[in-house]
């Protein structure tokens, strides 16, 4: 697609409960990133992935969270357990390569994740 | 991220430039300076990076002092659409992935 696309745009789950947000990077992106927003704050990084390396997963709050980029393309985000502490805009950005010096990300609209 | 001051907001009239002052006098000499911009209910939006000279794109014009010091972000012709949050950023590439905003500058367009 032209963009960065993420699933679904909101989301509203119950304490305890599991989800799930996607994202789908710009055809031909190698580089992905994860972030959260909490309301008033700023960007908190959370994954990146870059080709077929190992994923950086230090910015992963806790062990309910996990990341998984399929065939170097689409990526899920699930959070298990939730608690209300979660509630954020979830945003996942692309770019051409991990050099961000040359570089701009691209983010998609982000997953407003809302625990109740 | 206490590498960058902007002010908190500013306010311009609709058809006129708005120009997007950021500080960063701690500068290291292989960090870019980027800028992006939050539209609400959208994500960050990439604008223009520069190293030491003036970059100008379809979006808009940055100007880094000298010293590299500071810069600014400037919009010639500033529209409604334009309103939104803008973030001055510092970043060297390569293994500095992590972006790190901070509270950035609300841009109110006027009619």
């Known amino acids: 697609g032209a963009g960065v696309s993420q699933s679904p745009s909101n989301k509203v789950t119950e304490k305890g409960k599991d989800v799930e947000l996607r994202c789908d990077p710009i055809?031909?992106?190698?580089?992905l990133y994860w972030y959260r927003q909490s309301l008033g704050q700023g960007l908190e990084f959370l994954i990146y992935f870059q080709g077929n390396s190992a994923p950086d997963k230090s910015g992963l709050p806790s062990d309910r969270f996990s990341a998984e980029r399929t065939g170097g393309s689409v990526s899920t985000l699930t959070i298990q357990r939730t608690q209300q502490e979660d509630s954020a805009v979830y945003l996942c950005a692309s770019s051409l390569a991990q050099i961000t010096a040359n570089y701009g990300y691209t983010f998609g609209s982000g997953t407003r994740l809302t625990v109740v | 991220d206490a590498k960058t001051t902007q002010p908190t907001s500013m306010d311009c009239a609709e058809g006129r430039a708005a120009n997007l002052p950021c500080n960063h006098s701690t500068i290291s000499g292989n960090e870019y300076v980027y800028w992006y911009r939050q539209i609400h209910s959208q994500g960050p939006q990439y604008i223009i990076h520069?190293?030491?000279n003036n970059e100008t794109n379809e979006m808009a014009s940055l100007i880094i002092t000298e010293d590299r010091k500071s810069s600014t972000l400037i919009l010639p012709h500033a529209t409604l659409r334009d309103t939104a949050v803008y973030y001055c950023?510092?970043?060297?590439?390569?293994?500095?992935?992590?972006?790190?905003f901070g509270k950035g500058t609300l841009l109110t367009v006027n009619p």
């Open positions: 520069g190293l030491k």
């Open positions: 950023m510092l970043n060297s590439g390569g293994s500095n992935y992590k972006l790190t």
């Open positions: 055809s031909g992106h190698t580089a």
